[in-house]
């Protein structure tokens, strides 16, 4: 009998997807205060809930992570024991956040809204001060101020060219863009991470999708941001230690380039860091993939991964050398 650990209180509807015979799922509470038995593990998506839990379970043979990203389980984890990430799972809802993150910055919804909540009304071009500008010594805003561009023709460089590279290009092909693809190892048609710094300033929008590993960390340092084209967009769907934040900054405040982050280094971002105000700058809480069709498609895939352990096949996503 394998025995499935579990995020407690999950909704009934996502446990018929696990076989019926041969298993027991056994609900997990965040804060366990008991040691347990574990084969198959479901850890929750909060990393710090599943590593103080971890330590009370037993017999764990494989952790299978509903997370496209597991450098918040590969420190703590004893070698041994199975990994499985949740790639694919998120290819859908974050490829449409990067496209209307794309689209946002080009179209400068985050500027209008800013306008609205003012209600600062005055047309197409924007003479003289810009809301919030008032409150930025740091730099002087230009003459007059165009809101809109357009994607037609911009050069768009996928950093991490994977599953959801591939889906944001699919969903791109109807705005007439090249798309520039970037992979940890060169393929035909894919560059390598290496020759990053010499794709850079060639493109418009700049698409962060790497993981986080020892390679990936602080990718976008001020050396990197620095060899990017005057407005290009940076977007950050990967995680937060990918770009240096402190050299942001300087290109956010120098108003140079525009940002779209989904995950931000620190995380959360607390009140009163100089992100939140910055120019240029737009962010959401880490929840490119959080959709409601996140949890049928990650317990779908789950206990499809559970039918396949229990039949002795290969399991899919096993994560090796950190992911």
């Known amino acids: 009998m394998l025995r499935i650990g579990l995020p407690e209180n999950l909704s009934p509807d996502l446990l018929?997807?696990?076989?019926?015979?041969?298993?027991?799922?056994?609900?997990?509470?965040?804060?366990?205060?008991?040691?347990?038995?574990?084969?198959?593990?479901i850890p929750p998506s909060y990393g710090r809930f599943a590593k103080q839990m971890f330590p009370r379970l037993h017999g764990v043979k494989v952790i299978q992570s509903l997370l496209a990203g597991v450098d918040w389980i590969v420190p703590w984890l004893p070698k041994g024991i199975v990994l499985c990430d949740g790639q694919g799972i998120h290819n859908l809802p974050v490829a449409e956040w990067v496209v209307g993150a794309i689209l946002g910055a080009i179209k400068r919804f985050p500027e209008f809204r800013d306008c609205q909540r003012e209600q600062f009304w005055d047309g197409q071009l924007m003479g003289g001060k810009f809301p919030g500008d008032e409150n930025d010594p740091r730099s002087e805003p230009p003459p007059y101020r165009v809101l809109g561009d357009e994607l037609g023709k911009k050069k768009i460089l996928i950093v991490g060219y994977g599953g959801i590279g591939a889906e944001v290009e699919r969903m791109l092909q109807p705005f007439d863009v090249e798309i520039l693809r970037m992979a940890r190892t060169a393929k035909p048609g894919v560059l390598a991470i290496a020759d990053l710094h010499k794709i850079l300033p060639a493109a418009d929008v700049v698409v962060l999708l790497v993981p986080l590993t020892d390679q990936t960390r602080g990718l976008m340092n001020a050396d990197a941001l620095g060899r990017m084209k005057s407005g290009a967009i940076l977007v950050n769907a990967a995680r937060g230690p990918v770009v240096e934040t402190d050299a942001l900054l300087v290109q956010l405040y120098g108003k140079r380039l525009h940002a779209v982050l989904d995950v931000t280094d620190p995380e959360p971002l607390p009140k009163g860091h100089p992100l939140w105000s910055a120019p240029n700058c737009f962010i959401t809480p880490h929840v490119a993939g959080s959709v409601e069709r996140f949890w049928v498609r990650g317990y779908t895939f789950a206990g499809e991964q559970v039918r396949r352990y229990l039949a002795g096949e290969p399991l899919h996503n096993q994560v090796t050398a950190g992911y």
């Open 16 to 41: 018929q997807y696990f076989p019926q015979q041969d298993v027991e799922l056994v609900p997990l509470a965040n804060h366990l205060e008991h040691e347990t038995e574990i084969g198959f593990w």
